[in-house]
């Protein structure tokens, strides 16, 4: 009797600010996110940032032992200020170059809090799914109500007709930190199964 193994997850990457926002409870969560990290052996790849959320993400990861990897455009090296006591950084050429090996280093996607950069990271994975060029799971987590009027945007582009209802297939929606790897998983268990399939 055969038995089918489920995929595992290895690598996450999480899109954030590299802002901390006014709300300290993001900083805590996204803190909190990368102890989990830490403790499940799971690899955060992320923007290569020191400042704001995802300063304290892979702060969080290398300071509970993990394992972090950064990619991070030469031109905001010195905005967002590299995370050079990481495990792995590396310095690209461009935005484009630093949104292909994010995807390409990553298993699954987290966004937490942030700004355009974020949402901009976020957009392009969504739609690339929903071009089916990869099946990857991503998690929106919805620390302290966040995301809430993203997602209604989200909910009224579907509504008006200019996505398919599967839209909203494309993504999970958690709403703290403490779900993101079990929902992660899950996608991954879901994508195997080839219950991912759109449309």
Request: aromatic fraction near 6%; hydrophobic fraction near 50%; charged fraction near 20%.
């Amino acid at each position: 009797m055969s038995t089918t193994r489920l995929p595992v997850l290895k690598s996450l990457c999480v899109f954030c600010g590299a802002s901390l926002g006014v709300d300290p409870g993001h900083k805590a969560a996204a803190a909190r996110l990368g102890t989990r990290l830490a403790a499940a052996g799971v690899t955060l790849v992320y923007g290569g940032g020191q400042l704001g959320l995802m300063g304290a993400l892979a702060g969080a990861v290398m300071d509970g032992g993990g394992r972090v990897v950064g990619i991070i455009p030469e031109h905001l090296t010195r905005v967002e200020r590299a995370f050079e006591a990481i495990s792995e950084l590396h310095v690209v050429d461009s935005m484009h170059t630093r949104k292909r090996m994010m995807f390409e280093r990553a298993d699954a996607f987290a966004v937490l809090p942030g700004g355009m950069g974020t949402m901009d990271e976020t957009f392009e994975v969504l739609t690339w799914k929903q071009l089916r060029l990869h099946a990857k799971p991503i998690v929106i987590v919805n620390q302290g109500g966040y995301w809430t009027p993203w997602l209604s945007l989200a909910e009224n582009v579907i509504a008006s007709g200019f996505a398919h209802a599967d839209t909203a297939r494309l993504y999970g929606v958690v709403d703290d930190v403490d779900e993101v790897l079990a929902a992660a998983e899950a996608g991954l268990a879901q994508a195997a199964a080839g219950e991912s399939r759109l449309f």
